[in-house]
């Protein structure tokens, strides 16, 4: 999943489509993230280069909206609604998917095999 | 920090020469293939993408010169030892506690007592460290110490202001070892020669010395770093392919003391490291941002 140049990309893309629920004031998507280029890279246990920058899933709430979409744990997020994700600080990141006015955010995510997302949160703890 | 490489002129009265590549000092000093010209050259292929050298004169001050000169040219701040205390003050306290400073040998002409040239010593380090790192740009610490490493009387003068904080370093360090308290390690080892059982000795026989006739011990090496509140990294490149390849004096401030990278092809002469200036770009060309230095590192946001 990490870019070399010269080298063929070779990632699973996957759309993701979260329609968010109401929980009291607060629209929800039941995942949390990690990453932005203000971020250190090197503790993102989900990544497969260790200076990537990129917005990653780092957890997700059982049942919720994004679990129920088919989000994963790991998965790295390359656009929210055909906005880039992959150059953006933590902070846009988090803006670009807690719009009030959006119901639905449709993510772009790349994803590695499933093992080894859980091997990786698996080392983490 | 690296320095833009200096003019030759004036490089033969320099005590520490410009950055050069050590690749092509390594090629050219280490040509051959015994075996331990191919163990120094891979000791220095081992540390090429980090380092470039700066030669130290070679004399038997080299493993002062060479920390002085980290210290003027990489500290960041002054160490709160320094900051705190008039340390001008010190050779006076010594002096009335102990009458040692009188076996004290200077490398040069003094018109003056011995404790008062210490003093001056000490007060010169004080001002040349502060100056060093109020430096604000790279350009103007190099033109400083540039000013400094001439060979001339202030240099030495710095030279023995480090010896002597060593020596009080070792007067405290060894009363706190009568006393029963804890010390480092490798004060067991300093007084543990039968040359240096005390203080007293340890001057006499070793420090005073440093500079004539000898220089710097391993265990001596520690007791500077301990002194100056300051971690030596030091590259021994004889000892490639061993886990001393890297060693600290001390050893047990890694994370808490600054630290002040040298070379040694053979822990008698010491050369000078200097940390390349780190690309702009990583390892597959992307750019590389900074990270903020106020916010977390890395947090994680519930959405």
New interface residues.
Partial sequence: MSFIPGQPVSAVVQRIEIHKLWDGDNLILGFSIGGGIDQDPSQNPFSEDKADKGIYVTRVSKGGPAEVAGLRLGDKIMQVNGWDMTMVTHDQARKKLTKKNEDVVRLLVTRRSLEDAVRQSMMQH | MSFFPSAAVGEAQSSVSAAEDRQTYSEREWKGNTTKSLLIRKGYEAIASEFNLRRVRGDNYCALRATLFQVLSQSKQLPAWLHDSDISKWPKEIQSDQDFIKEWQFPFETSKSKVQHLEQCLELLKKRWQETVQCRSLEERERMCRQVFRGHDEEYELLEALKFLMLRTAIHLHSDMEKGSDVPEFCWLLFARDSSKCPKTFLTNHLRHVGFSGGLEQVEMCLLGYSLQQTMRVVRLYKCDTEEFITYYPNNHKKDWPSLCLLTEDDRHYNVLVPKKSSKF?????P??N??SD?Q???????
């Fill in positions: 990583d390892a597959y060309g992307r590389k941002w990270p903020p916010g590192p890395s947090i994680t946001t519930r959405l």
